[in-house]
C-alpha cells in the first residue's frame, strides 16, 4: 500500500514566522514530490515540485526532499494571513496518479 | 490558457436520482484523474484516464459510478441512484506527466 502521511493540524504560526510543514511517504520509489495548496471551498492549485535529485525554493516557498528519512517538506518564510490554507503532499511513483495525503491545515496569525 | 473546467459548479438532486458530471481537461493533456473530496477530508481518487489504455477504475466506490472519456477530451463522471453519502466536491483533473492541475470542481447534493 502506497502511502503518503501527514499532520492533519492544525499548524498555527505568527505572521511573519516560519512555516514548516513536513510529510512522510512509504515507497522508496517515488520519483517526485509535489506541493498543492487548497483554499477553503476551492481547489487544489499547485504550488511547487521537486524531483528525487534536490531541493527547490521559489519566492518564500522551500521544499526539501530527506531520501533516507522518506519525507519532504514545505517551508514559508514570512508566513502571512494569506497563506492559511491546507496543504496536501503528494508523491509520483511513475505511471500512476498521484498518491495524496489528506492535508496539513495552517493557520497564520496576524 | 484554459484550464480545466467542470460543469456544472453546483448541482443538487434528489435521492436516486442519476446525475451526470463533466469534465474538459486541459487541451493536450493525455491523462485524466475524477476525485470525491467529502467536507473536511482529504482526496478520494476515483478513476483515471491514460490516453487509449483501459481505465484504472480502482477507486470507483460501488457499481452506481462509471464514468467515460471520449478519446483524450470530455470526460463524464456518472452516478446511479445517487445516496446522501454521495453528497461531496466531485474534482476532476488532468496532466501531461506526473504535474496534476485541477478544475473548480463539482458540489453535488444529494437530498
Known amino acids: 500500500q502506497k502511502e503518503v502521511e501527514q499532520n492533519s493540524g492544525p499548524l498555527s504560526v505568527p505572521e511573519g514566522a516560519i512555516a514548516s510543514l513536513n510529510c512522510t511517504y512509504s515507497?522508496?520509489?517515488?520519483?517526485?514530490f509535489f506541493w498543492y495548496r487548497q483554499y477553503s471551498g476551492k481547489s487544489p492549485e499547485l504550488i511547487m515540485f521537486i524531483y528525487s535529485n534536490g531541493d527547490k525554493e521559489d519566492g518564500r516557498f522551500t521544499a526539501q526532499l530527506n531520501k533516507a528519512s522518506q519525507y519532504v517538506s514545505l517551508l514559508i518564510r514570512d508566513s502571512q494571513p494569506s497563506d492559511s490554507a491546507t496543504y496536501l503532499c503528494a508523491v509520483y511513483l511513475g505511471n500512476t496518479p498521484l498518491v495524496f495525503g489528506k492535508g496539513t491545515r495552517l493557520s497564520v496569525i496576524a | 490558457g484554459a484550464g480545466v473546467s467542470q460543469s456544472p459548479s453546483n448541482k443538487v438532486t434528489e435521492k436516486g436520482k442519476d446525475v451526470e458530471l463533466r469534465c474538459d481537461p486541459i487541451?493536450?493533456?493525455?491523462?485524466l484523474y475524477w476525485y470525491r473530496q467529502r467536507l473536511g477530508q482529504g482526496l478520494e481518487f476515483l478513476i483515471y484516464f491514460q490516453g487509449n489504455s483501459a481505465p484504472d477504475k480502482s477507486g470507483l466506490p460501488s457499481d452506481r459510478f462509471s464514468a467515460e472519456r471520449t478519446g483524450e477530451s470530455v470526460s463524464t463522471l456518472t452516478i446511479q441512484r445517487t445516496q446522501q453519502e454521495d453528497s461531496a466536491v466531485y474534482l476532476c483533473?488532468?496532466?501531461?506527466?506526473?504535474?496534476?492541475?485541477f478544475g473548480p470542481g463539482t458540489r453535488l447534493l444529494v437530498l
Open positions: 487541451s493536450g493533456h493525455t491523462a
Open positions: 515507497d522508496r520509489g517515488s520519483q517526485s
Open positions: 483533473a488532468s496532466s501531461t506527466q506526473e504535474t496534476q492541475y
